[in-house]
């Protein structure tokens, strides 16, 4: 083989520099990348502890103080400073009692500057240091110890705060008291507009001749004692609330022209009544007012309770701190007292149906003179649905008077609607019963005051129970009942003192009692204007 020529051929000396080259270059590459490297670690090990000091309060911010611990901590200076705080409030008091102002002023100043360390404490999240808690803390004990040797020691503090707790007390049961003195004096209050009614009223019949005239004509109707009628009985001395009663039984009753009412008022109404139901058209039913103070026979040697009542007035007259629900002007009127003794105002009538004034009747009741009272005396809804209404609680059952003669769980029922067999009630005498009764609470230990409790030991086992819907009650206290109820009531009974024709009555049941009302009498509008 031939072989090239010399000047063709690489150098060998060439090739070998060349890796001497690239192994430098790697040395140095490797030499930079240490540096690098060394330089990175030294700032790290330099910046790391600036870092952590930077860190460390961030805990502290964000967990906040605990106060609850702190007030339980016997040695927490928020726990001194509330504990003297509390004792410096009680010592304000005392001193102000003892007309030392200027040391009540200082502490209520120091109470000021504890409430306002407390405060900034809770909002930076921190707790109370010595260095601040420090001047308040002295600050207080010194104006305690001061308090404390004017003699306002912790006996002293007791017996005052006692005193205070019972002042307060007192004057809670004060204000019921008086609260329940106005509410029953603004039950018996006549309005305005009901007392101008009655002037004019009363006005007419002293100046019109001819209403006298027709009243004396209508004295002795044969219709007044025909027991063919319907006859209702009405004892108030309430024009409006009477004309009420009379008017929604006569637009409820399918043949008013059959319905006789008799109204008995006293002296001071007897007049405005004559005059009001005289010139009103009534559809043809007969309505009869008589005078009570013309019933000579109702006297003191026949009726206990015409004496207890005189006796019970003087001792109001006397006593006007007596409990407010003894001291009811209705319990001291003799018109209240009346219905024990209709068989004696209606001798020759058979059977009648009793209504009180604060009632306004929405279906016909000519129904409830053919019901069957099964030779009992009174018909009447019953009032035991609640525990509330029955015989213990209304009688005095430690007295062995009426606990030997009756059940405590008895059943009580309502005055205000009831339909009254008078044949029956001659028979058993029930009026007899009734001046028993009295007497024996003569010294009122057996029951306070009021109708009910007699009526409930006089009609004794001589009661029958009516259907609930004939008699739904009170709509002069409870602002709940049912409305259903209400519209399928036969009488809705407005017992209470939120009676409807005065401005506290229940603004729910109003218009069930107004709609019956003649509004546009002339005097009516007047009076309602004036």
Known sequence: ??????????????????????????????????????????????????????????????????????????????????????????????????????????????????QLLLSKSAMRGESITQEEAEPIISSLSYLIFKAQ??????????????????????????????????????????????????????????????????????????????????????????????????????????????????????????????????SNDFKGATIKVQNVEEFSWLNASYAPVVKQLRDEESRYNQDVKGEPKLWNHKDLSLLNHLRFYIPEIYPLLEKIVFLDDDVAVQKDLTQLFSLDLHGNVNGAVETCLVAFHRYYKYLNFSNPIISSKFDPQACGWAFGMNVFDLVAWRKANVTAQYHYWQKQNGDGTLWKLGTLPPALLAFYGLTEPLDRRWHVLGLGYDA???????????????????????????????????????????????????
Request: net charge positive; aromatic share 10%; glycine share 2%.
């Open 149 to 278: 040797d004017a003699r306002y020691d912790v006996a002293t503090t007791i017996i005052t705060m006692k005193s205070h707790i019972q002042a307060l007390e007192e004057r809670a049961n004060a204000a019921i008291v008086q609260s329940t003195v106005f509410g029953q004096l603004a039950a018996e209050a006549l309005p305005k507009n009901l007392h101008c009614l009655k002037v004019k009223l009363t006005t007419d019949w002293l100046e019109k001749l001819p209403l006298q005239d027709l009243a004396e004509e209508k004295r002795n109707s044969p219709r007044l004692v025909d027991n063919n009628l319907y006859h209702f009985c009405i004892f108030s001395d309430n024009v409006l609330a009477t004309f009420v009663v009379v008017n929604s039984t006569i637009s409820n009753a399918d043949h008013p022209k059959q319905l006789v009412f008799h109204i008995v008022t006293n002296g001071i109404s007897y007049g405005a009544m004559q005059a009001w139901f005289l």
């Open 1 to 114: 083989m031939q072989r090239r020529a010399a000047d063709n051929r690489r150098p060998v000396r060439r090739r070998l520099s060349q890796w001497i080259w690239a192994l430098l270059g790697m040395f140095l590459i490797a030499g930079l990348v240490l540096f690098m490297f060394q330089h990175h670690h030294h700032e790290d090990q330099v910046t790391q502890p600036i870092q952590e000091n930077h860190a460390r309060p961030e805990p502290v911010n964000h967990k906040g103080l605990n106060f609850t611990k702190e007030i339980s901590s016997a040695t927490s200076f928020v726990r001194q400073l509330a504990e003297q705080m509390t004792l410096a409030k009680a010592y304000v008091i005392i001193a102000k009692e003892h007309n030392n102002l200027h040391l009540a002023w200082e502490l209520s100043n120091m109470i000021r500057s504890c």
């Open 480 to 530: 709940n009942i049912d409305s259903r109820l209400i519209e399928s009531a036969a009488v809705i009974h407005f017992n209470g003192n939120m009676k409807p024709w005065l401005k506290l009555a229940i603004g729910r049941y109003k218009p069930l009692w107004e709609r019956y009302m003649n509004q546009t009498h002339p005097y009516y509008q007047d009076c309602a204007t004036s």
